[in-house]
């Protein structure tokens, strides 16, 4: 970051509207490293000079990024066993959406997780276990797949996929698994070759859930018949868990295919540093 007195900030800004794009290039540049600092006052400039509005919007969303990418670096730092989904999945709503509350939604989350706990009581088998958390999140709160606008990119951002109670087959596997997590239920992720499930795996009960088809309970071999049928042929290393730093990286890889289908390169470009950070290399999807 730079350090520059208030004076020599606005100064900067004020040489924006350079008629000379490369000058103004290099200005934008010096005041996205600046960062926090020149906020405010692009704010004020963005009020005041609503020519060069366009111009402030984009640093202020390379300082978001950049803001971003040191959040992503922290989270990175965990192991994988410790690298939190439901801290990253809010952080990578924070690209769209900068201003947004977490607390709400980690209270719905809460709130939701001690509604099905309530019905469960406290001998509930895996079966029932699963019955009573299907019937809650897809029957009484009424969370389905978006099958008719796929590839919004709302449906890949936590937030809004609680808020609107519908997304892709691995935000609302996403919000299984968190509501799950509070539970203290033994469920993972499974991330298929096209398609994203979850998995209640214990010695006496293992089922796949496809949150995104209204909780549709699938043995090993429903599972294998798909793939098969999809032309990914079967293998067993198809059903095993996936890490949370792994659903992160598919959740912002979906986001990058999406924004490059957009042609919004520059969101497409910081997303997928994002995934640089989170440092895995892709896997097929």
Request: net charge negative; charged share 30%.
């Amino acid at each position: 970051m730079i350090s520059l007195p208030d004076p020599k900030i606005r100064a900067l800004i004020r040489l924006l509207s350079d008629e000379d794009e490369r000058v103004a290039h290099d200005i934008a540049d010096k005041l996205a490293e600046i960062g926090d600092r020149a906020v405010p006052m692009l704010r004020e400039a963005e009020i005041e000079q609503p020519e060069m509005a366009e111009r402030i919007q984009d640093i202020l969303e390379d300082i978001r990024g950049h803001r971003l990418e040191a959040e992503f670096h922290v989270l990175s730092a965990c192991d994988d066993d410790h690298l939190d989904l439901e801290t990253g999945a809010f952080l990578l709503a924070r690209f769209a959406y900068p201003d947004f509350d977490t607390w709400p939604f980690v209270k719905t989350l809460d709130a939701m997780a001690m509604e099905v706990q309530e019905r469960l009581g406290l001998k509930a088998s895996g079966e029932e276990t699963v019955k009573t958390l299907n019937r809650y999140l897809f029957v009484e709160q009424g969370f389905a797949g978006n099958t008719r606008q796929y590839y919004e990119v709302e449906n890949s951002y936590l937030n809004k996929v609680i808020e609107r109670k519908t997304g892709i087959p691995i935000s609302m596997s996403a919000v299984y698994l968190l509501i799950s997590k509070r539970l203290g239920l033994p469920v993972f992720g499974v991330g298929m070759p096209g398609h994203f499930l979850v998995k209640y795996d214990t010695p006496r009960y293992r089922i796949f859930v496809d949150s995104f088809n209204g909780g549709s309970l699938l043995t090993q071999k429903d599972c294998a018949r798909f793939l098969e049928q999809a032309g990914y042929g079967f293998d067993e290393r198809f059903l095993q868990k996936t890490s949370d730093r792994a659903i992160l990286i598919r959740m912002i890889k979906n986001l990058v295919a999406i924004y490059n289908k957009l042609e919004d390169r520059r969101k497409a470009t910081r997303l997928t540093r994002f995934i640089e950070i989170l440092g895995l290399p892709d896997k097929d999807d």
